[in-house]
Structures are given as structure tokens and as C-alpha cells.
């Protein structure tokens, strides 16, 4: 063993030293040792001195004692179903941590018994949001909202739905073979692109337990096409559920295509069901909507216990509905010149140390999370394309989009707050 090898200081040495000892007692040791290995392992291949072995090891300790890491989302997809979906508000995350300890989720405070109120802050925060629903009900996401939709009410009947509406979400999950695991059957009508009142109109038996509309949140058909409003499926004498998918609860300007919660029920939707996590911009969560005694039924059924959300979905839910703005609406909002304002400023901040970068102009989109189609016109920052890799890794990591050979970091989805950090972490990977 060469001199230099020799030296590197020993476990127990190192564990011991008060920054390590530290860290222990708030990740657990498993992950500061790790650390210590990691940091003895670059001194023995020569990288760092034995002298910076502490150092190193204090350097490599991860923020917090989880393996997910925090990315700065500057691919321009505001819900980026890879990248965890709606980033929580601030108000939303104090919520969570309010919630986390012990809190009184089901117990009544004045009276020091069991409530039976839980998630009501919740619940009546949607209904505030949407005052054309009778009732409203949270569960774990949207596809439990289906699944416990089509449990309680289509179990050994059928469900009508038109062959344009059987789709798949992603990483293989479609809906159909959800809908009919439940025991619920599948009754399809029109074709892939058109589908009317009328064949609807002509399946509808005496099994017949609703009709599933369901919002293509992930694509279009163009062309010669034709799909059945709300309106006229409500007119057909049996209850409409409406899977709205994105979570939207009244109409957005800038999304004329996007179905919403509100509109859905005036015009004669029974239930509704959406995502917390995506235009909503809360955590996961399966949104039910709609006439309080199919609500009622639904959150009755014995299903509904295995599907319930938790303390922390319940208070990042209401903290969300009630609070300032989230940032997936805040993004949506966003105009291209201030895009491009940022999108200078930070270009400035990189040509100040000598880091080529342009800003340009570029298109932005909802996401996976709805609104398939819309581009978002704004602006990023682009540099060159063998930063991709190192900056994913990084620290910060962040994750941009590759076009025409350069690496764009769209501002559109990322926080304003964090363009230092962006900077910071262009001129990490450009030394
Ligand atoms: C995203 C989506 C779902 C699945 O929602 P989860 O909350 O991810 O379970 C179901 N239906 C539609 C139309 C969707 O867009």
C-alpha cells in the first residue's frame, strides 16, 4: 500500500468526527457511512487527499435521508408526469408538514372524542371551488376514482363508452382493462372517431349502469370526427359520469378544449372524477364530484377504505384549493415576454462568466396532465447539448429538452425562483 493510502482516515474516525456525527443523528448512519465510503473510495483512487477524506464525505451527504431527488423541471412540460406532476405551493408543503406530526384527522378536540369529519377541510374547500356539486370525496387518484366508480355501481352491469375514449394513460396503463378488472362490463359504441347521441342512445338496456365519458387527456383526433356533449348524453335517462382527467374545476381561458368540473355538472354530469395532481396542481389524488347520494354510494362502498388518502393528501389538497395560486397555474399563466425577459437575464448572468448561451423563443405544453395539442408560447435558454447529461446529474439536477442539437432550458416550467439556481448550475457543469 503506497504512503498516501495509508493515511485515509478510518470509519470509526471519521464517523466520529462532529459535522458526521451530526448528520447521523438527523439521516441515520447507514447514509453518512455510505458517504464515508464513498469519500475513502475517491481517496484511495487518488482523486482527493486522505486530509479531504471528512470533507468529501460531508460534501456527499445527501440533503435529506430520501433517494428522490429534487429536479429543476426546465423541459417546458408544466405537468411532467416523469418529474412527479404538479410541484406543490409553498402553502401546500407548510400543510403538509402542519400534518405531519399528530394532528386531528379524525378526533374532535373539544369534545376529546372520535370525529367522524375527516378530510372535511378538504371536502369543503371543493365544494367551495365548485358550488354546483352536491358532494364532493378524495381518494388515492383518479384511476381509484374509476375503479371505485365502476365497483359500486357497474359491478355485474355495464358501463357505455365510446371506442374514441378507451385509452392509455402511460406506462401501460389503460383504462378498459381498469374499468373491467372491477367486474364491471364494457359496453363500446361508435367508432374511433365518431361517436353520437344516437349510439349511445341505442345501447342503453335495462343493465345499463352509467355512461363513461372520458377527456383524451394525451391526445387529439382530428379531421372528420364527431363525440356526444355532456348535455346530450345527460338527456338519455341514465346517470353520466365524466372522468374530466386534469382536474380543472372551472373553465381556463387559455385551455377553451379542456373539460372542467363545473361546466361538466351544470350541464348534467352526475359524477365527476380528476386528478389533484395535474392542472389541479396538488398532490395525487382522485377527485369525486357531483350528486351527494352517488358520492355517498361511493365513499360507503367497502372498496373506499382501501383507496382513502391520507392525513398528508388531505391537508396538501386543501392547503392547495384554499391557498395563493399553485405553481401549476402560475406557470400557465406566465407571458412569453416575461419568459423572455428571464430567459435574457439569465443568458446575461452565463455570458458573464464566459458560458455560451442564447435566449430563444419556445414553445411550451400543459403535459401528459391534459390539454393535448396546446402549445404555450414562451421562451428558454439555450446551450450547447453536451450539457444535457451532466446537468441531469448535477447538483442542482435539472432536466431540459434536446432540439435541433442544443439543450434548451424552457422557463415556462420552471419557478422564477430558482433562475439563480439554474445560472448556478449551468456554470457547475461548464468549468
Ligand atoms: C391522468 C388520467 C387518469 C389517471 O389519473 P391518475 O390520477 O393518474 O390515476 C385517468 N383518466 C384521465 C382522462 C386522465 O387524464
Not at 389533484?276 to 395525487?284: E, S, T, V, W, Y
Given at each position: 500500500m503506497s504512503e498516501p493510502r495509508r493515511r485515509i482516515p478510518r470509519t470509526d474516525r471519521l464517523l466520529a468526527d462532529p459535522r458526521l456525527a451530526g448528520a447521523a443523528d438527523r439521516l441515520g448512519r447507514d447514509l453518512v457511512k455510505a458517504a464515508v465510503t464513498r469519500a475513502q473510495d475517491r481517496a484511495r483512487a487518488g482523486e482527493i487527499a486522505p486530509e479531504e477524506v471528512a470533507g468529501a464525505a460531508v460534501a456527499e451527504l445527501?440533503?435529506?435521508?430520501?433517494?428522490l431527488t429534487p429536479v429543476?423541471?426546465?423541459?417546458?412540460?408544466?405537468?411532467h408526469t416523469n418529474l412527479g406532476r404538479a410541484p406543490l405551493s409553498a402553502a401546500a408543503v407548510d400543510a403538509l408538514t402542519a400534518a405531519a406530526?399528530?394532528?386531528?384527522v379524525e378526533f374532535d378536540l373539544a369534545s376529546g372524542t372520535r370525529s367522524r369529519k375527516r378530510g372535511q377541510g378538504a371536502i369543503d374547500a371543493l365544494l367551495a371551488a365548485v358550488p354546483g356539486a352536491e358532494a364532493a370525496g378524495a381518494v388515492n387518484n383518479n384511476a381509484a376514482a374509476l375503479v371505485l366508480a365502476a365497483t359500486a355501481l357497474a359491478r355485474d352491469s355495464e358501463i357505455v363508452i365510446s371506442r374514441?375514449?378507451?385509452?392509455e394513460i402511460g406506462d401501460r396503463f389503460r383504462l378498459p382493462d381498469l374499468l373491467e378488472s372491477t367486474g364491471a362490463r364494457l359496453r363500446e359504441v361508435g367508432t374511433t372517431n365518431r361517436t353520437t347521441a344516437a349510439d349511445y342512445s341505442a345501447a342503453i338496456?335495462?343493465?345499463?349502469a352509467f355512461i363513461l365519458k372520458v377527456h383524451p387527456s394525451n391526445y387529439r383526433i382530428e379531421g372528420f370526427t364527431a363525440q356526444a356533449s355532456v348535455r346530450e348524453l345527460a338527456a338519455l335517462g341514465v346517470p353520466v359520469v365524466h372522468?374530466?382527467?386534469?382536474?380543472?374545476?372551472a373553465p381556463h381561458p387559455l385551455l377553451p378544449d379542456e373539460p372542467d368540473a363545473a361546466t361538466s355538472l351544470r350541464d348534467g354530469a352526475r359524477l365527476v372524477t380528476a386528478s389533484?395532481?395535474?392542472?389541479?396542481?396538488?398532490?395525487?389524488a382522485g377527485l369525486l364530484l357531483g350528486e351527494a347520494a352517488l358520492v355517498a354510494r361511493l365513499l360507503r362502498h367497502p372498496l373506499a377504505r382501501a383507496l382513502r388518502v391520507d392525513k398528508l393528501t388531505l391537508a396538501a389538497l386543501e392547503a392547495t384549493l384554499t391557498?395563493?395560486?399553485a405553481p401549476v397555474a402560475r406557470a400557465l399563466a406566465v407571458t412569453p415576454e416575461t419568459l423572455l425577459s428571464r430567459a435574457e437575464r439569465i443568458v446575461a448572468a452565463l455570458a458573464a462568466r464566459s458560458v455560451p448561451a442564447r435566449a430563444v423563443r419556445a414553445d411550451g405544453a400543459v403535459g401528459g396532465g391534459g390539454a393535448p395539442g396546446v402549445t404555450l408560447p414562451g421562451a428558454a435558454v439555450a446551450v450547447a447539448e453536451a450539457l444535457a447529461g451532466p446537468l441531469r446529474t448535477g447538483d442542482p439536477s435539472v432536466t431540459g429538452r434536446i432540439e435541433k442539437g442544443e439543450l434548451l432550458l424552457d422557463l415556462?416550467?420552471?419557478?422564477?425562483?430558482d433562475d439563480d439556481c439554474l445560472v448556478s448550475a449551468v456554470l457547475g457543469v461548464s468549468a
Open positions: 445527501p440533503p435529506a435521508a430520501v433517494s429543476i423541471n426546465a423541459t417546458g412540460v408544466i405537468v406530526g399528530n394532528c386531528d374514441g375514449e378507451l385509452i338496456t335495462d343493465r345499463t372522468d374530466i382527467g386534469s382536474g380543472l374545476l389533484g395532481d395535474k392542472l389541479l396542481g396538488g398532490p395525487q391557498g395563493p395560486p415556462r416550467s420552471v419557478d422564477p425562483a
